[in-house]
Protein backbone atom coordinates (compact mmCIF):
# COMPACT_ATOMS: atom_id res chain seq x y z
CA UNK A 1 0.00 0.00 0.00
CA UNK A 2 1.60 3.58 -0.98
CA UNK A 3 2.73 5.06 2.08
CA UNK A 4 0.20 8.27 1.61
CA UNK A 5 -2.55 6.20 2.52
CA UNK A 6 -1.27 4.27 4.85
CA UNK A 7 -1.14 7.47 6.95
CA UNK A 8 -4.15 8.63 6.47
CA UNK A 9 -5.86 5.44 7.11
CA UNK A 10 -3.84 5.14 10.34
CA UNK A 11 -5.21 8.54 10.99
CA UNK A 12 -8.95 8.23 10.04
CA UNK A 13 -8.77 4.83 12.49
CA UNK A 14 -6.94 6.76 15.22
CA UNK A 15 -9.82 8.74 15.42
CA UNK A 16 -7.68 11.99 17.67
CA UNK A 17 -5.19 13.76 16.36
CA UNK A 18 -1.86 11.57 16.23
CA UNK A 19 2.42 12.97 15.95
CA UNK A 20 3.89 11.07 13.21
CA UNK A 21 5.76 9.30 15.99
CA UNK A 22 2.81 7.24 16.50
CA UNK A 23 1.61 7.08 13.15
CA UNK A 24 5.09 5.58 12.72
CA UNK A 25 4.32 2.95 15.23
CA UNK A 26 1.38 2.21 14.12
CA UNK A 27 1.67 1.63 10.68
CA UNK A 28 5.19 0.16 11.04
CA UNK A 29 6.48 2.61 8.31
CA UNK A 30 9.85 4.28 8.92
CA UNK A 31 9.51 7.81 9.96
CA UNK A 32 11.11 9.42 7.37
CA UNK A 33 8.18 7.69 5.62
CA UNK A 34 5.50 8.93 7.76
CA UNK A 35 7.28 12.61 7.35
CA UNK A 36 7.10 12.60 3.66
CA UNK A 37 3.59 10.85 3.11
CA UNK A 38 2.48 13.71 5.94
CA UNK A 39 4.19 16.67 3.99
CA UNK A 40 2.22 15.60 0.63
CA UNK A 41 -0.80 15.32 2.67
CA UNK A 42 -0.52 18.53 4.10
CA UNK A 43 0.66 20.22 0.49
CA UNK A 44 -2.62 18.77 -0.84
CA UNK A 45 -5.32 19.79 2.18
CA UNK A 46 -6.04 16.29 3.23
CA UNK A 47 -4.64 16.84 7.16
CA UNK A 48 -4.69 19.69 9.55
CA UNK A 49 -3.33 20.43 12.77
CA UNK A 50 -5.74 21.24 15.75
CA UNK A 51 -2.84 20.93 18.53
CA UNK A 52 0.76 21.64 17.74
CA UNK A 53 2.36 18.92 16.55
CA UNK A 54 -0.50 16.31 16.09
CA UNK A 55 -2.42 16.03 13.07
CA UNK A 56 -6.13 14.93 11.74
CA UNK A 57 -7.99 14.23 8.89
CA UNK A 58 -9.93 17.01 7.42
CA UNK A 59 -13.75 16.46 7.94
Do not use: F, H, N, Y
Not at 4 to 28: D, H, N, R, S, Y
Not at 30 to 41: E, F, P, S, T, Y
Amino acid sequence: MDPVKQVLEAMKAAGEPLAAGKIAEMTGLDRKDVDKAMDALKKSGDIESPVRCKWQPKA
